[in-house]
């Protein structure tokens, strides 16, 4: 294996360790990095929990999730016996400050017999509930004191509207500098999602047709068939608009529209990102229904099996008016996408699972070719494939074979799996990486999650403010409510979906 240039000595506190997200995702993140020779020899992880764990039963549960959710496969007994030896446990109560010293005497001793200065992470992997909690009681342990090596890492939701989110920021920045946190958003940590950076700005061929003059509009879909499952309390309390669209598509747009970086340093980047926010516009409270559909599921069939309506699924109210479905319309007002729609929509029980971003470009403003080559004609189409199937694809016209002038339309293609050899890196890998390394590009910033609430908050204050009549308005299997469709038919469109390796599908 080529040896990779590992992190600094670097101690990871998960703060939740004993829950789901550590068990599926952070575990088995940090195991890949090991086996790929990410981490250095002087390297610790430690969960932190009211639990019944010791050292031994948490790392046979870390072992367990590691083999049922790690890309790798199933753990080897030599390789777990290496990385075993970083994964240590410690019991307590979130309420009781004495963990909180625990711990950071603990990381003090590790300093000290390492005889280097670590990087000192604090990952809050709990429900937001705790997320004030946990972040004053690091802060006031002192083990985040070192600006440059203390970091606290924040999962979403952060907030639930524009007024939470500013409190939870206002009261992050009375305890941390900006650049201690780290509020993670896991889409942008997929390879395809950054793949989109390298093939604007490392290529000359698109750049200079990114704009107004040749685009005519821009679609992003985020299709689940997953219901809410076992999170319904969760979800009574978010529903799509919060759950997707505030943190998941919005950076997508912010991606697809933001201007050159002059480079890649983090906060250049994340300038560029906020600049995206604020030219998006506003949506007036008369307009939300114009602008704005929303639904909520029915029951159902997905892939042969029957399923339960929204309302009827656990922890759920009979009547919910929450949305598990959401379509909106945006426009971005400055020189480079003035007058372009952007469509979203994102939903779950839906009749497949894809992330898909489509760039539709205008039609050739000159037909020169005899009508009966028209038949088959389509415009130019530019289609980034998130997931399952990681890919890219470009449609343009061209004469099928034979003694007359007929066009047709045709693909070329990227596709991860045929391209590249081996598994790809999961999200939690790089974004992990990034914290330990200091690397802030991929994480939000204050700013910008302000900026999205704002954008929102009248689109939520008249879904708050008025029920729907009509949920559930789409049976579970299908592609969502007649409403999102009629709200792009208006401008003359249709919803695209275009999945890597497999037909042209609408």
Same mark, same amino acid.
């Given at each position: 294996m080529e040896g990779n240039e590992k992190i600094a000595?670097?101690?990871?506190?998960?703060?939740?360790?004993? &829950?789901?997200?550590?068990?599926?995702?952070? +575990?088995?993140?940090?195991?890949?990095?090991?086996?790929?020779?990410?981490?250095?020899?002087?390297? #610790?992880?430690?969960?932190?929990?009211?639990?019944?764990?010791?050292?031994?039963?948490?790392? *046979?549960?870390? =072992?367990?999730?590691?083999? #049922?959710?790690?890309?790798?496969?199933?753990?080897?007994?030599?390789?777990?016996?290496?990385?075993?030896?970083?994964?240590?446990y410690i019991d307590g109560d979130f309420e009781d400050d004495a963990?909180?010293? #625990?711990?950071?005497?603990?990381?003090?001793?590790?300093?000290?017999?390492?005889?280097?200065?670590?990087?000192?992470?604090?990952?809050?992997? /709990?429900p937001p509930k705790f997320f004030e909690l946990i972040s004053k009681k690091v802060s006031e342990s002192g083990f985040t004191a070192d600006i440059l090596r203390g970091r606290l890492v924040i999962e979403k939701p952060f907030g639930r509207d524009l007024k939470s989110a500013i409190e939870l920021n206002d009261l992050l920045? &009375?305890?941390?500098?900006?650049? #201690?946190?780290?509020?993670?958003?896991?889409?942008? &940590?997929?390879?395809?999602?950054? @793949?989109?950076?390298?093939?604007?700005?490392?290529?000359? !061929?698109?750049?200079?047709?990114? @704009?107004?003059?040749?685009?005519?509009?821009?679609?992003?879909?985020?299709?689940?068939?997953?219901?809410?499952?076992?999170r319904g309390n969760y979800y009574e309390t978010a529903g799509a608009l919060r759950d997707m669209i505030q943190n998941h598509l919005l950076q997508l747009l912010c991606l697809i529209a933001m201007e050159p970086p002059v480079s890649f340093d983090a906060d250049e980047?994340? @300038?560029?990102?906020?600049?995206?926010?604020?030219?998006? =516009?506003?949506?007036?409270p008369e307009e939300v229904h114009s602008l704005a559909v929303r639904g909520q599921y029915d029951k159902g069939w997905i892939e042969g099996e029957k399923v339960i309506a929204y309302r009827k699924e656990p922890d759920v109210s009979p009547d919910s008016n929450v949305e598990t479905f959401a379509a909106l319309k945006f426009?971005?007002?400055?020189?480079?996408?003035?007058?372009?729609?952007?469509?979203?929509?994102?939903?779950?029980r839906m009749n497949e699972a894809i992330s898909v971003i489509t760039i539709q470009f205008k039609p050739v403003p000159h037909h020169?070719?005899?009508?009966?080559?028209?038949?088959?004609?389509?415009?130019?189409?530019? /289609? !980034?494939?998130?997931?399952? @199937? +990681?890919?890219?694809?470009?449609?343009?016209? *061209?004469?099928?074979? &034979? $003694?007359? +002038? $007929?066009?047709?339309?045709?693909?070329?293609?990227?596709?991860? *799996?045929q391209s590249y050899t081996g598994t790809t890196p999961e999200a939690y890998e790089t974004l992990l990486l990034?914290?330990?390394?200091?690397? *802030?590009?991929?994480?939000?910033?204050?700013?910008?999650?302000?900026?999205?609430?704002?954008?929102?908050?009248?689109? $939520?204050?008249?879904?708050?403010?008025n029920s729907s009549p009509n949920f559930p308005n789409y049976e579970a299997g299908s592609h969502g409510p007649d409403e999102a469709q009629a709200m792009i038919a208006k401008d003359g469109h249709s919803w695209i979906l275009t999945p890597i390796d497999e037909p042209d599908c609408r």
């Open positions: 000595p670097s101690v990871l506190v998960i703060y939740g360790g004993g &829950g789901d997200l550590t068990w599926r995702k952070l +575990m088995p993140a940090l195991y890949n990095l090991f086996l790929d020779d990410w981490l250095p020899e002087q390297f #610790q992880v430690i969960g932190v929990a009211k639990s019944d764990f010791d050292d031994d039963s948490f790392r *046979a549960h870390v =072992r367990n999730g590691i083999d #049922q959710f790690s890309r790798s496969g199933k753990t080897t007994d030599d390789a777990w016996a290496k990385f075993s030896t970083y994964v240590k963990l909180f010293a #625990q711990v950071k005497t603990r990381v003090d001793e590790m300093e000290h017999a390492w005889g280097v200065p670590i990087n000192r992470v604090a990952y809050l992997a /709990v920045h &009375g305890l941390y500098d900006e650049r #201690q946190l780290y509020r993670i958003d896991h889409y942008l &940590g997929k390879e395809t999602v950054q @793949n989109i950076l390298a093939f604007r700005f490392a290529n000359a !061929l698109f750049e200079p047709l990114w @704009n107004r003059n040749y685009i005519d509009h821009i679609q992003v879909t985020v299709f689940e068939e997953l219901g809410v499952e076992a980047v994340r @300038n560029k990102k906020v600049d995206v926010l604020h030219a998006i =516009r506003k949506f007036l426009f971005i007002d400055n020189w480079r996408w003035q007058g372009v729609p952007i469509y979203m929509r994102t939903g779950k020169s070719f005899p009508a009966a080559t028209n038949e088959n004609w389509q415009p130019n189409r530019l /289609v !980034l494939n998130i997931q399952p @199937n +990681m890919g890219i694809r470009l449609r343009f016209q *061209a004469k099928t074979p &034979g $003694l007359k +002038m $007929l066009l047709n339309p045709v693909d070329m293609q990227f596709n991860y *799996a990034d914290v330990f390394q200091g690397d *802030a590009t991929l994480f939000m910033r204050a700013d910008q999650v302000e900026s999205a609430w704002a954008l929102l908050m009248p689109v $939520l204050n008249a879904w708050s403010a």
